[in-house]
C-alpha cells in the first residue's frame, strides 16, 4: 500500500450493485433483532408490535429524507456532509464525529458479544484473544480493498436473510397448526396474558427507545454508495425499499414471537426472542442454530460499523476537521490511516473492557445512549433547510421526501419529544446526559479549534502588514 503524496487519491467504486443492496439490508438486521429484542417484549408485552411499527415509520421518514440529499450529493461523509452545507461547520463537525464515537464503541461491544460465543464453543482459547482475532481479520479485510468490505458484507447479509425468511416460514407454518414437531399454534398469546398491552402505553413508548438502535445502521447505505457506480440509483432503490424490509424483517419476526410465545416467558430474557421459539417449537439444534446466526450478525456489524466508522473520519479529515494525514488513501481506494486509527480505538475499548470488567468501558457506552436521535434530528433538520434553499431556487430534486415539509416537522417534533422524555425519564437520564456531555465536549474542540486558526490567520495578517 503506498502513497503518492503529489496527487491526493479518492476513494473508489470498488462496491459492486450486488454487495450495495446487501449492505443496504444488513444496515437494519443486527444482533438486537435476534437477541435484544426479548427485553423490548418483556418491557412492553405483544404491544411491542406498535413499538416497532412507530420506529420503523420513523426510520422510513429519516431515511426518506437523507435519500433526497444523498441522491443529490452522494458523500461518504453523508449527513455530516449535508449537516455542514445546511446547518453550518460546527454541525457538521459535531454530528461527524459523535458518529464515530458511536461506532468504534459498537465495534468492542460486538467483538466482545462474538468472543463468547467462541470461547463456549473452543473454552481453551480466552475470550479476550477471540476478540482480538475477529477485530483483526475484519481490520485486514478492509485494509485489502473495499471488494472485500463489500463481499464479507455481501455473505454475511445472506446469512441473515436465509435465517430470517426461515424463522419466518417456521413461524409461520406454527401458527397456522402445520409444524409437525410440536402442538402449539395460533395466536392466542397476544390477549392470554394481561391483554395485548399489559404494562400500559407508557411502556409500548419506552419500547420506541430500545427498539430505534435496533434499527439504527440504516444510514450506511448512503455512505457506502459514494463507493459505487451510479450511486444515485444505488441510494435511490435502497431508501424505497426500506419500508418492505422493516415490514419482513422486523414486524413478521416480531409478530410470531409474541405470538408463540408468553411475553411473560421468563426463559425468553435468558436465552433471547429467536431461540425461545425455535424451543418452543422443538427444533434441532435451537441454540447452536441461533448462536451461529448471531456470530454472523455481531461479525457483520463489526464489519460495517468499521468501515463506516473509517469513512466517517476520512470525510472529516478531507474537510479539514482531523489531522490532514488521515484523508490519505491507498493505491486500491482504501483510507487506510482511518481503518487503522478506528480499528486502534475499537481495540482499546476491548482491551479497557478486560483490564476493568463492567467498569470503565460501561461508562463509556452510556455516552452512546441518545446519539442515534440527534443523528437523526440532524437529518431531518438538514433536510429541512436544504429543501427551503432548493424551492427559493427552482431546483427540483430527484429522489423527493413526502408531504414536505409537514412530515419532517414532524420527525423533528417527535424526536425532539422523545429527548426530552429521555432527560426527564429516570431510566434514561443518565445516558441521555452523557451524550449530552459528549456533545458538549466536541462544540468545545470545534471552538478551540475556530478560535486557534482565527488566531493563527490575525497573526499572518499582522506579520505581512508590518513587512510592508
Same mark, same amino acid.
Not at 9 to 15: A, E, N, V
Not at 383 to 388: H, P, S
Given at each position: 500500500?503506498?502513497?503518492?503524496?503529489?496527487?491526493?487519491?479518492?476513494?473508489?467504486?470498488?462496491?459492486?450493485?450486488?454487495?450495495?443492496?446487501?449492505?443496504?439490508?444488513?444496515g437494519i438486521i443486527g444482533a438486537g433483532l435476534f437477541i435484544g429484542s426479548s427485553n423490548a417484549i418483556a418491557s412492553a408485552g405483544p404491544a411491542?408490535?406498535?413499538?416497532?411499527?412507530?420506529?420503523?415509520?420513523?426510520?422510513?421518514?429519516?431515511?426518506?429524507?437523507?435519500?433526497?440529499?444523498?441522491?443529490?450529493?452522494?458523500?461518504?461523509?453523508?449527513?455530516?456532509?449535508?449537516?455542514?452545507?445546511?446547518?453550518?461547520?460546527?454541525?457538521?463537525?459535531?454530528?461527524?464525529?459523535?458518529?464515530?464515537?458511536?461506532?468504534?464503541?459498537?465495534?468492542?461491544?460486538?467483538?466482545?458479544?462474538?468472543?463468547?460465543?467462541?470461547?463456549?464453543?473452543?473454552?481453551?482459547?480466552?475470550?479476550? #484473544?477471540?476478540?482480538?482475532?475477529?477485530?483483526?481479520? *475484519?481490520? $485486514?479485510? %478492509?485494509?485489502?480493498?473495499? @471488494?472485500?468490505? /463489500?463481499? +464479507?458484507?455481501?455473505?454475511?447479509?445472506?446469512?441473515?436473510?436465509?435465517?430470517?425468511?426461515?424463522?419466518?416460514?417456521?413461524?409461520?407454518?406454527?401458527?397456522?397448526?402445520?409444524?409437525?414437531?410440536?402442538?402449539?399454534?395460533?395466536?392466542?398469546?397476544?390477549?392470554?396474558?394481561?391483554?395485548?398491552?399489559?404494562?400500559?402505553?407508557?411502556?409500548?413508548?419506552?419500547?420506541?427507545?430500545?427498539?430505534?438502535?435496533?434499527?439504527?445502521?440504516?444510514?450506511?447505505?448512503?455512505?457506502?454508495?459514494?463507493?459505487?457506480?451510479?450511486?444515485?440509483?444505488?441510494?435511490?432503490?435502497?431508501?424505497?425499499?426500506?419500508?418492505?424490509?422493516?415490514?419482513?424483517?422486523? #414486524?413478521?419476526?416480531?409478530?410470531?414471537?409474541?405470538? *408463540?410465545? $408468553?411475553? %411473560?416467558?421468563?426463559?425468553? @430474557?435468558?436465552? /433471547?426472542? +429467536?431461540?425461545?421459539?425455535?424451543?418452543?417449537?422443538?427444533?434441532?439444534?435451537?441454540?447452536?442454530?441461533v448462536d451461529l446466526v448471531v456470530l454472523v450478525a455481531v461479525t457483520s456489524c463489526m464489519n460495517s460499523g468499521l468501515y463506516t466508522a473509517s469513512?466517517?473520519?476520512?470525510?472529516?479529515?478531507?474537510?479539514?476537521?482531523?489531522?490532514?494525514?488521515?484523508?490519505?488513501?491507498?493505491?486500491?481506494?482504501?483510507?487506510?490511516?482511518?481503518?487503522?486509527?478506528?480499528?486502534?480505538?475499537?481495540?482499546?475499548?476491548?482491551?479497557?473492557?478486560?483490564?476493568?470488567?463492567?467498569?470503565?468501558?460501561?461508562?463509556?457506552?452510556?455516552?452512546?445512549?441518545?446519539?442515534? #436521535?440527534?443523528?437523526?434530528?440532524?437529518?431531518?433538520?438538514?433536510?429541512?433547510?436544504?429543501?427551503?434553499?432548493?424551492?427559493?431556487? /427552482?431546483?427540483?430534486?430527484?429522489?423527493?421526501?413526502?408531504?414536505?415539509?409537514?412530515?419532517?416537522?414532524?420527525?423533528?417534533?417527535?424526536?425532539?419529544?422523545?429527548?426530552?422524555?429521555?432527560?426527564?425519564?429516570?431510566?434514561?437520564?443518565?445516558?441521555?446526559?452523557?451524550?449530552?456531555?459528549?456533545?458538549?465536549?466536541?462544540?468545545?474542540?470545534?471552538?478551540?479549534?475556530?478560535?486557534?486558526?482565527?488566531?493563527?490567520?490575525?497573526?499572518?495578517?499582522?506579520?505581512?502588514?508590518?513587512?510592508?
Open positions: 500500500m503506498t502513497f503518492d503524496n503529489k496527487k491526493q487519491r479518492s476513494l473508489q467504486h470498488g462496491l459492486t450493485s450486488r454487495q450495495v443492496s446487501m449492505i443496504s439490508i444488513a411491542i408490535l406498535i413499538s416497532y411499527a412507530m420506529t420503523g415509520l420513523l426510520v422510513l421518514l429519516v431515511m426518506r429524507m437523507l435519500g433526497e440529499m444523498a441522491v443529490a450529493n452522494p458523500n461518504s461523509g453523508s449527513f455530516s456532509t449535508y449537516a455542514t452545507e445546511a446547518i453550518g461547520p460546527w454541525a457538521g463537525f459535531t454530528i461527524g464525529w459523535l458518529y464515530w464515537w458511536f461506532w468504534v464503541l459498537i465495534i468492542p461491544v460486538e467483538a466482545i458479544a462474538g468472543a463468547e460465543i467462541l470461547h463456549a464453543w473452543f473454552p481453551t482459547i480466552p475470550s479476550w #484473544l477471540c476478540a482480538f482475532l475477529i477485530m483483526f481479520l *475484519l481490520a $485486514a479485510t %478492509n485494509l485489502i480493498s473495499v @471488494k472485500h468490505f /463489500g463481499e +464479507f458484507e455481501f455473505w454475511f447479509a445472506l446469512v441473515k436473510v436465509i435465517a430470517i425468511i426461515a424463522f419466518i416460514g417456521i413461524g409461520s407454518a406454527a401458527v397456522f397448526g402445520f409444524w409437525p414437531l410440536t402442538q402449539v399454534s395460533g395466536v392466542s398469546h397476544l390477549w392470554a396474558n394481561g391483554g395485548f398491552m399489559p404494562n400500559g402505553f407508557g411502556t409500548v413508548l419506552g419500547g420506541v427507545l430500545i427498539t430505534i438502535f435496533s434499527f439504527f445502521g440504516a444510514e450506511i447505505v448512503t455512505i457506502a454508495a459514494d463507493e459505487t457506480s451510479n450511486p444515485q440509483a444505488k441510494i435511490r432503490r435502497a431508501t424505497n425499499l426500506v419500508v418492505y424490509r422493516i415490514a419482513i424483517f422486523y #414486524l413478521a419476526s416480531i409478530f410470531l414471537v409474541v405470538s *408463540l410465545v $408468553a411475553w %411473560n416467558d421468563p426463559a425468553l @430474557k435468558t436465552v /433471547g426472542s +429467536f431461540q425461545r421459539v425455535l424451543e418452543v417449537l422443538n427444533v434441532p439444534g435451537a441454540k447452536l442454530i469513512r466517517m473520519l476520512h470525510s472529516l479529515a478531507a474537510r479539514g476537521e482531523a489531522v490532514g494525514a488521515i484523508k490519505r488513501v491507498s493505491g486500491n481506494g482504501v483510507p487506510v490511516t482511518a481503518v487503522i486509527l478506528s480499528t486502534l480505538a475499537g481495540f482499546g475499548g476491548c482491551l479497557v473492557n478486560y483490564i476493568f470488567p463492567g467498569k470503565v468501558f460501561s461508562f463509556l457506552l452510556s455516552t452512546t445512549g441518545a446519539i442515534a #436521535l440527534i443523528v437523526y434530528l440532524v437529518i431531518a433538520i438538514s433536510q429541512l433547510r436544504l429543501r427551503a434553499r432548493g424551492d427559493r431556487l /427552482g431546483e427540483q430534486p430527484a429522489l423527493k421526501m413526502w408531504l414536505f415539509p409537514w412530515l419532517t416537522w414532524l420527525v423533528i417534533g417527535i424526536i425532539s419529544l422523545v429527548l426530552g422524555y429521555m432527560l426527564l425519564s429516570d431510566a434514561y437520564r443518565y445516558e441521555t446526559m452523557m451524550t449530552a456531555g459528549v456533545t458538549l465536549f466536541i462544540l468545545l474542540v470545534y471552538m478551540s479549534r475556530q478560535r486557534y486558526s482565527w488566531g493563527a490567520d490575525r497573526r499572518r495578517v499582522m506579520l505581512e502588514a508590518d513587512r510592508h
